[in-house]
């Protein structure tokens, strides 16, 4: 069934003017928002582009896609279901070589947070899915059910950066001896279990994430990701990057850092040590979010959003 969205549930578009500022180089480019979720960034750069600028919107996730009324934008707007790793694909599939910008604002929708049935929250009562695309087959309740302790207890230790992971990996192994673990409660109660009182809503919702981003593979997806955003940047465009954790904030900054780095060639070297900068970083510290929008919009308060720009002299 699909969920109707209420006035109170709309999605408000993070960090959106500094987005648009850092990201708009020409106004009438090709721009990929390759996490449309409810399309609030895109609708933003649609009233600044030209008329003959093109949109292009990615999103994994039909339910958030299919809420989008096309005619909010001016512009040609090309709305793809699909992994945003597969953008050299979504290109080519619409004829298109060269984007002047793309977008990842990372994560995901409130929309999807506030459906009980995608078992997101923690503070829900929902099964133990997890996915952003419905159509892929792992969900949390496999990985719950069927990872070793060990593996469990890695994936919460490296995606949520918990302490108390081998703890956690532990009780839900003892859990699921008895009955096979289907919904986000019993994951709750596992890590209740676990903690100390004291530390129970950052440990739920760093275990929560933990089996988020196994579930879809989100640290692989984006490290794929900006390799070809890179690939299909013309010369001067940009590449503007939301995160709301530090794993992912990190491998964005080091992307960014190793690629914006000129390494000359000096005796002895060979062809691959010498590296001619693909990158120009825009944003030397990441942007957060002013106190007023972090005070209206909670999810600003974890946002950190990085810039970098093809570089003019780039060859592929
Ligand atoms: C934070 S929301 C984006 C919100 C959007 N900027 C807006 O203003 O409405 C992130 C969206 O990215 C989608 N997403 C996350 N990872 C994705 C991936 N690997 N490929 C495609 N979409 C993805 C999620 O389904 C979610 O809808």
Redesign the pocket.
């Known amino acids: 069934m699909s969920q109707v969205i209420q006035p109170q549930f709309r ?1 408000t ?1 993070v960090l959106v003017d500094e987005v648009c500022t850092l990201l708009i180089n020409d106004l009438s480019g090709i721009y990929v928002d ?8 895109t609708k933003a750069l649609s009233s600044l582009l030209n008329d003959d600028a093109t949109l292009i919107g ?4 039909q339910s ?1 896609l299919a809420q989008f009324i096309p005619t909010l934008v001016q512009q040609p707007l090309h709305l793809v279901c699909t ?3 597969n953008l050299d694909q979504v290109l080519a599939d619409l004829k298109i070589n060269k984007v002047h910008g793309i977008l990842l ?5 409130s929309f ?1 947070l506030d459906d009980p049935e995608r078992g997101f929250a923690f503070s829900l009562q929902g099964p133990l899915d997890m996915r ?1 695309d419905r159509s892929n087959e792992l969900t949390a309740e496999i990985v719950v059910n069927n990872y070793s302790q060990e593996k469990l207890a890695d994936i919460i230790f490296r995606y949520g950066e918990e302490r108390n992971s081998r703890r956690i990996a532990r009780r839900i192994v003892e859990m699921r001896t008895n009955k096979r673990l289907t919904q986000s409660d019993d994951l709750k109660l596992a890590v209740i279990k676990s903690v100390d009182p004291r530390f129970r809503t950052k440990s739920l919702a760093r275990v929560f994430q933990a089996f988020r981003i196994e579930v ?1 593979r989100e640290m692989e ?1 984006l490290s794929n990701v900006l390799y070809s955003a890179i690939r299909v940047l013309v010369p001067g465009g940009r590449l503007a990057v939301i995160s709301y954790h530090s794993l992912e904030d990190r491998m964005v900054k080091t992307h960014f850092r190793d690629l914006s780095q000129n390494i000359p060639r000096q005796p002895g070297m060979i062809d691959e040590e010498i590296r001619i900068p693909l990158l120009k970083r825009i944003t030397g510290k990441p942007i957060i979010a002013s106190q007023t929008e972090a005070a209206e919009n909670p999810r600003a308060r974890s946002a950190k959003l990085r810039v970098a720009e093809r570089t003019i002299h780039a060859t592929e």
């Open positions: 999605h578009p390759g996490t449309f979720g409810l399309g609030g960034h990615i999103d994994q996730d958030a992994n945003f790793e604002d990372l994560g995901l929708n999807s952003f879809n997806v």
